[in-house]
Structure formats: structure tokens, C-alpha cells
């Protein structure tokens, strides 16, 4: 006997399950387009080499790749796929942004609701086919742009119940500055990133092994970890007293890097201007200076979104700028921002507080309506389609059944009404309706069922 159940890391959906992404995703579009985003698809299937070399060294090990058609294959091939499954939605909206320039707006604002494939380990909230929602900006470097998709992420999780949040705002060149101060020279800054990504999963012994394994010096190291550790002492001390916390990180960070020259002021005003522009209350956002985003795309602020309550740990939510990244597929550098929010993590969250609303539980019927016996079945129908042409959902039992089996059916698919036609009925031009929640049944005229359902 084959096995039921999905692949590893894979999952089926059943109506509740479907009703509760619907009823998500119709908040991020909703948000997304009142900020002017325009919706945009690309295929599952992207050729390899547009994928390989943009997600850093761990990220391209997670590619799903798809082997070559057997025509194509030779004892003597060594590389036997060339294409695979998107890895996320970043990349093919830079390829398509090369590839059809001519034909967008000087200034384009997309946003991207599609299913993403990554060979990752299982976990909870965590799954190897998954659907981000990106929003992204093409063609300013203006702090505009990370201003207002944050802006639009707080007020969908805001919209969706969330209260809990915390936005993480960093700056790449901002991270790089701390790792030149810290003593750790700029050919070892891209393995150093890949490891302090994994800070709050591995803590600061987990990536002092890395440092070490990646040749990073242990002094260099230790003045890293030292400052976020002050860092992480003044935000919750400032936390606790009500204090512009902030203000005070950005003035520990300038202390660190001593003035180190004039472009690391540039970068702090950056962040500054992010956090004035977007409007979003302090106690929902905070400069971190531990944020490092794994993907090797990332030339400049970089945000992540966090749950500080209950029991789940992890991101729901992140992105950042890549100004270099559409550049790789033509000859024009064009700069881009965009943050993903992860609809599966907040789905799983949102289920597990129960903060999803009532009614997505109820059918996907107002009306069940009866078959009395195989004579009867045609008038049933022609019932079902009167309801329907007055925007009713309604449901026909599909065989001549007792009443009891009928009714039993209705509050399975937990239909709040049903509509008997039986041989009274039928002679004298009316409908039985009852109201499965109270029990009360009530015949009224053909022409007023309609009525006394929707009352």
C-alpha cells in the first residue's frame, strides 16, 4: 500500500486551512496596494544559473535542482541538472526587471504572493515549500522606500491582531564598519556575516566555533561580541526606564567606531531617517546592530521582523536593500529594496492563539437544500439555483436520503440552514427552511425564502 501521507517538509491543505491563508493573504494585498504595489508572477521553474552564485555559500547548498531530461543525459555529463524550483522571490524579480526595463515604470512597486522551494530541514513554522509575500521597490535609493515597506509590513501585522512585534533595523556597511573595528579584515567579512546570522539560534559560543573554523581571530571576535552585549544591556535597561532607546544605541555605536570617518555618518542618518519616516511607534522598532540577513545580496539597511511574546522564536518577516543585484543580469546597476513576510510562520502563530475570526470556521454554504426522492431531485435544483442567483452559497445532497441523514450532513459542513422539499412542499409551492443552530422549522412560500434566510 503507497504511502498518503506528503513529501518531507510538503503539506496538504484542507478548507480550514485554506480559508485561513485566503483571509492573510487578503490583508497583504489589501495593505500592499493601498501603498501603490502592483501584483506580479513569475514561473516555478527558473534556469539554475540564474539562481546559483546570488544567496551566499549556505543558501545555494538549499537549491532544489531538476534533473536533466533523460535525452539530454550521458555517462560523460557532470553537471546533470540546469534548472531548479525558485529559491525565493528576489531573484526572478531582478532577472525580470533586466529583462523588461523598457516596458516598467521608471519607479516600480510590486508585491509577489507565490510558493518558494528550499531543501531545508524541517522544523516547526519551518517547511521546504512555503509561500512568501514580497513588496519591493525598483529604481530609488531613497530611505523613502525602507521607510514605507515598513510601514506597510507594521500595519498588516497590526491589522492581522499582531501586537507583539519587533522590527529589527540594521545597515549592512554599517555591520561591515564593526567588523573592520572589531580587527577582522575585510576578505573574512562575508564568512563572519554568515555566522553572527545564526547569533540568536547558536549564541555567541555557536559562533565562536564558526569564527574559528572560518580562521577569524578570537581577539577580533571578543570585541565583536562585547559590544553587542553592551548593546543588548543598554536596550533593556533603556526598555525598562522608558527611555529613547534608539538614541542612546546610535550614540554607543558612534562611540565604537570613534569617527572612524564620515561615511559611517552617513549610513547612522540613514538609519535615523528610516526610523522618523516610517512612523511606526518605538516600542515596534529598534536599531540592532546583531542583524546581518544570511543572504550575500544585501548592500544596505536590513530589517527583520520578530515576535517578542508567547513561545514562538523566529523571524516572521525580513529583507532589506540590494542595489547590486539586478545588475547581474544586464548592464545597468538599478537600485531595489524589499521585505517578505512569512505567511506560513504567521499562520501557525496566529492559529495557535486562536486569532483568526470566528465565521472563517463556518461553511461553504449559507443552505443545504434536500432531495426527496429521484422525481423530486430536478425541482431541488432549480431551488439551489433560485438561492444562487440571490448570492447564496448553497449546497445540494447529492442522493434521495432520509431527513435525519440529510440533516446530520448539514452540520457536518456546518450549514446554517436547510431547505426541505417534500411532497407537501412541492404541491403547494413552498419550502420547509430550518435553522440548524436553534432547531426551529418554519414553511414559507417560494418567493420569501430568500427573505426570511438572509433576516
Known sequence: ??????ARGMRDFLPTDVRRREYVIGIIKQVYESYGFEPLETPAVENLETLTGKYGEE????IFKILKRGEKLSANDKELADL????????PLARVVANYRNDLPKFFKRYQIQPVWRADRPARG???EFFQCDVDAIGSKSVIIEAEILSAASEILQRLGFEDFEIRLNHRELLRALLDKAGISESQHNDALVAIDKLDKIGREGVSKEFAQRGIDDEAGNNLFDLFERISRIGAEIKKDGFNINGEILAELTGFLDSLNNEWDDVLDQLKDILNLSGIDDSHIIIDPTLARGLSYYTGAIMEIVL???DFAGSIGGGGRYDELIGMFGKEQIPACGFSLGLERIIVVMTERNMFPADLQNASADVLVTIWNED?????????????SKGLR??????ADKLGKQFKYASQVNAPFVCVLGETELAENKVTLKNMQSGAQETV???DIVKKIQS
Request: proline share 4%; charged share 25%.
Open 1 to 6: 500500500m503507497s504511502n498518503a501521507n506528503p
Open 59 to 62: 543558501g545555494s547548498q538549499l
Open 84 to 91: 531548479a524550483l525558485r529559491y525565493d522571490l528576489t531573484v
Open 126 to 128: 519551518r517547511f521546504r
Open 308 to 310: 517578542t511574546g508567547g
Open 376 to 388: 423530486s431531485a430536478g425541482e431541488s435544483l432549480k431551488l439551489a439555483n433560485d438561492l444562487r
Open 394 to 399: 448553497v449546497l445540494v445532497y447529492p442522493e
Open 445 to 447: 412560500s417560494r418567493e
